[in-house]
């Protein structure tokens, strides 16, 4: 992840930049970054990757085992890859902070460099600012949906590949998750971890009683103790003998929670909370998992079943609802004169641009105005230098600070906006009469 | 990729295998991954990621870092991470070949090891082999649809962060994709590297052609224009005018193919092969991209529209019908003993099984039966061992040879088992008699 992975981009990034050098084509391009619509029933989105995308453009290095392997395709000048080999992102970086909320048409991310440099880096700063922002936006979702619940990041296994686990847990933190089962997340981020226990630690013992009496007096915390092996119920009995008896010796081992991962969630955590309850267990918290996705989440809280705490995995590691977005990296300027990509179906606002966001009471967030940036625009403009001459203008924001950040402008939605289903609200995002003229007049001119 | 990251795990498998070694439970275990079901509308899917999957097991060691970090958490015994701090996995793993099609409830990869060893290895041999698996599918999909015309991966910006854009290319390839545009994966697999250009490349210059003359020129190969920036057919016209004037002046840049990225596609490549053909340039191919998927692929062919070539993004490097398999990986036997989870609707086929295949005329899958390992059964048995005492047991076979195994087994599938959509056929897959047989042994005793 921390290490740069200078060929991980498409050919063309490679052999366009080639085509530039050998045309001396090295004026200043700003490409923006952009979703082009939201996924289904979606009112917003979480902008998140920003410091990954960072990480990647100040340490972009070609080693010579990578222009050994390019000079092999045959396809590359010893000049190019002289250049290549000495290459540095040299440009500045505008964009929306991580946990920022964000809707179709709007740059999120503006990079200004010589057109090579720009160009180079679209797949990469595309491939990790579009999964993060895939995974922050629906954990915002769960978020909302939990009601200050906890959440718990349990995806890795799903997760695509290993970056994407360990980014899922970043992203999801972010969107307002409160930790991760993913243990290198704890390393590399400072996430809260947690962790309860599998099937197969019950099923390897002769006796579950006996599972969960070994499981408490070898951890060394409080337990979270898995009781739908067999029988729920049952089990929800086991536990609380166990936790009197630990109760009677004394023990400083205790047990915390018991987690539920199938079968009819809402049924099962009445009837064990019930259970607990009768047994003296009341401060036994219950934790579910198993499929759970911001709709489930909802659900159960709507319904006010008994869960303390969700463990989400896979319909939040790959965003199972919208794995992906319609996120683009293009052209807007080149050589100080506006560009306007036409094709159908996939044209853009052309030009430098910035968003403009009104506030009404309590910071609500009321409308957005996409306009050019050099234009006097009421409200607070969302994209700020973060990076000049190829370097990071301040430290990254904390983690905990970012997601602090998300957390508070999702309570600045509109209610409405928040919704999770079908008849979500949408944030009005107006383009500017000057951007409009602007588009107007270069489809008048190119051809 | 190559590097083995320790803590990619969820933090459970570690404080299990704490609990299993102050419990002193270190018998020999077995766990099976499986797919539960296949998702809507599949009837196969491919098995992919077992190199990686070894990799990751032969190389899997707790440096100085990790156990600090560990320690930090104050979870964990002094004993506990020392006995981490020697890990080596030292066990058995028989699987299916890469690029075997498969189908649900049968294991696809078995591991043997003492517990805490089986257990700890969970999290990542899911990630790994889930993915690719999952990648190999949908790319599969791809080629039963493409019909031997050429197909490319372009899927680098939208898939789940670094290490998915890479190993997607190899699951690609797997499954019957010719080339990719991730230029890593050419690096680490060797898979060939296809490329075109952006529509940035025609809106830096002044006008569409001369950006064609430009590129073309600086391109040393055989290029492939972009033709869709402004107006398709107006841009084929240019295309077609160029390569006459290279041609003329005999030079040894030539073009090979235009790409055609939005709009109505299918009338976009009959226009413009129209007007390829009628100026003279039959040989010019056309490669289509934007949006495509297995469907879109199929539409195309069965219509007869003149492609050349599909550049597919997005929908497979997310496998956006079908992001995620329910795959699992579970204890089927410990200390000699057949297992056997539960849970509502997540019960497991206990004991070390084996997959047979029976085969008809020209090989063509006729079924296949899950049964114990150790019953005689007809047919092929799909798992062979690849890993011995932590040690593959071979040289993992070239990516190429893979590619040619899958696409001859996908061939081997009955016909209404490769369609697409609605309607899809399935290969019946038996549960052996022994197996039912010792499940509801084991219900019976267990409790």
Redesign the interface.
Known sequence: ?TVT?P??????Q???A??YF??G?NDC?V?ELFVRSLPRNRGFLVAAGLAQALEYLEGLRFGSA?LD??AS?????PEFLKCLGTFRFSGSVHAMPEGTPFFAQEPILRVTAP?LEA?LV???I???V??QT?IASKAARCALAAGGRQLVD?G?????????????ARAAYVGGFHAT????A??RFGIP?????????I???A??EEAFR??A?????AATLLI????TE?AARRVAELVHELRKAGSSRHIRAVRI???DLARECRAVRHILDSLGCQDIQIVVSGGLDEYAIEDLVRNAVPVDAFGVG?ALD???DA???D?A???QE??GKA????????ATWPGVKQVFRERGAQRQIMRDEVALAEEAVAGEGLLVEVMRDGRSVRPPPALAQIRARCLSELSALPPQVRELGEGVGSVPVRISDALRALAAQLDAE??
């Open positions: 992840m992975r060929l991980l981009l498409d050919l063309y490679l052999t366009m080639q085509s050998a045309l084509m391009a490409f990578d392997f390019l395709l045959d396809l590359f000048s057109i160009q679209e797949s990469r595309l491939n990790t579009h999964f895939v349990f890795l296994r799903r997760a695509h590949e290993a970056d994407a686990g360990l980014c899922a089962a993913t243990v290198e704890g390393q971890l947690s962790g309860t226990m599998a099937h197969s630690f099923e390897a013992q006796r579950e070994n499981f007096a070898t951890y060394r915390g739908d092996t067999y029988d049952r991962d199938s079968g896979t790959v965003s199972a794995p992906a977005l996120m990296y293009k052209l080149y050589a560009r306007r990509k036409r094709s159908p179906g996939k190119v051809g």
